[in-house]
Antibody
């Protein structure tokens, strides 16, 4: 079955960067788009961007342009999300989610989430 | 960008009640709408995709309807295990967007 396993919780200082991983298994890694979504404590879900694991092409939400980089490693079936210039407002749980084989499709599977805490 | 407006933001109902949550898109999204259930400390779970298709394993008391800009999630008979926050999401165009969520509690 499909599994998305994310890396563990991180604590970072303001201005630092964080890189969260999402290891996929149970399906053909390069056949399905992966998205990143974040959720601040007690708040709603916020879409950050999408990566095509096949060619590595990405599209980011305007809010994160210039600060976020999504990459993938096909040899390990892992997608990465790196966020730089961290601020306290970036404290949130970050999720990866696998969508369909089309660019625009619903989120079928989610990772367990990774808590990123930004604190001095 | 497409804005998704969900209502109510919270509701309290009795076990066995029929519960309805609405989601309105700022422009036509055809049937490109999903509903997710999220319980505290857990990732969201897909309930319904493409407006009205029930995800495998989801109880039949959940149903979805609508098209264009107006969509509805219905729980026909609320159960204690349905206590959660529910989100709608459009996948008609990038950037994808979510509704603000509806927290469902038992009265």
């Amino acid at each position: 079955q499909v599994h998305l396993v994310q890396s563990g919780a991180e604590v970072k200082k303001p201005g630092a960067s964080v890189k969260v991983s999402c290891k996929a298994s149970g399906y053909s890694f390069t056949s399905y788009y992966v998205h990143w979504v974040r959720q601040a404590h007690g708040q709603g879900l916020e879409w950050m961007g999408i990566i095509n694991p096949s060619g590595g092409r990405t599209s980011y939400a305007q809010k994160f342009q210039g600060r976020v980089t999504m990459t993938r490693d096909t040899s390990t079936s892992t997608v990465y999300m790196e966020l730089s210039g961290l601020m306290s407002e970036d404290t949130a749980v970050y999720y990866c989610a696998r969508a369909g084989w089309q660019l625009l499709s619903f989120f079928h599977y989610w990772g367990q989430g990774t808590l990123v805490t930004v604190s001095s | 960008d497409i804005q998704m407006t969900q209502s109510p933001s919270s509701l309290s109902a009795s076990v066995g009640d029929r519960v309805t949550i609405t989601c309105q898109a700022s422009q036509d999204i055809s049937n490109s709408l999903s509903w997710f259930q999220q319980k505290p400390g857990r990732a969201p779970d897909l309930l319904i995709y493409d407006t009205s298709n029930l995800e495998t394993g989801v109880p039949s008391r959940f149903s979805g309807s609508g098209s264009g800009t107006d969509f509805t999630l219905t729980i026909s008979s609320l159960q204690p295990e349905d206590i959660a926050t529910y989100y709608c999401q459009q996948h008609e165009e990038l950037p994808l967007s979510f509704g603000g969520g509806t927290k469902v509690e038992i009265k």
